[in-house]
């Protein structure tokens, strides 16, 4: 069972093997279906690559982010700020979002992802003040409505630079690791799919069919 490698992406049959190949297509009745050997249009190839990209855009671990409490630190330390008193609830959120922004935080573009309001704010203020009192992680903490809870991710062993005690690092992963699997998957697929299709004759040749 030779292989040939000069030309892949042509054959990976060397000739003799490929004329024994044709023999037998020819050879076998196949049950009175009447299989060509047309070439897969390039377009399909296309729509598979695309919906192998867009599946894993769709679902990149950074697109589907849930809001942490530390993203909304920088606007709570503003809430109390001389310069929102008196304005509407729209204003002064207005206001803290454009310093916020201004200031270059390093969260600005989960706060551009999960927008609020004022009313937003004011609920989940105590509990951020009191996660920051205790000195917490507050990346750690996922913001669901008008609750802080804490994620429910299992990173590393870390050691709690608060309590000393080793415990799991609950941060959002940017990169799952289901995807070191898809990635393996659609490499081995796509290169046994690939080699499959090469051990055949070359699409440039048609089976006759015994003249049918």
Not at 84 to 105: F, H, L, P, T
Not at 108 to 135: F, G, T, Y
Not at 165 to 191: A, H, M, N, S, T
Request: charged residues 25%.
């Amino acid at each position: 069972m030779a292989w040939k490698f000069d030309n892949p992406l042509h054959t990976l049959c060397t000739d003799d093997q490929n004329e024994a190949a044709k023999a037998v297509w020819e050879g076998e009745s196949m049950g009175g279906i009447k299989e060509d050997n047309n070439r897969l249009p390039p377009p399909i190839i296309g729509i598979l690559v695309l919906t192998i990209v867009t599946a894993f855009l769709i679902t990149f671990p950074l697109w589907g982010q849930r809001p942490t409490a530390a993203i909304y630190e920088e606007y709570i330390a503003l809430m109390d700020s001389p310069a929102i008193q008196g304005k509407s609830d729209a204003e002064a959120m207005e206001y803290i979002v454009n310093q916020v922004k201004a200031s270059g935080s390093k969260w600005s573009a989960a706060q551009e992802r999960h927008p609020l309001e004022m009313d937003d704010l004011r609920l989940i203020k105590d509990e951020v003040i009191e996660l920051q009192r205790q000195k917490a992680d507050l990346r750690e903490f996922t913001v669901l409505g008008d609750r802080l809870v804490l994620a429910n991710f299992e990173g590393n062993w870390i050691t709690d630079p608060n309590t000393g005690e080793v415990r799991r690092e609950r941060l959002q992963p940017w990169w799952d690791k289901g995807y070191v699997i898809d990635v393996f998957f659609i490499i081995f697929f796509c290169i046994g799919v690939t080699i499959v299709v090469k051990r055949l004759p070359d699409y440039g040749w048609e089976p006759k069919h015994l003249g049918h």
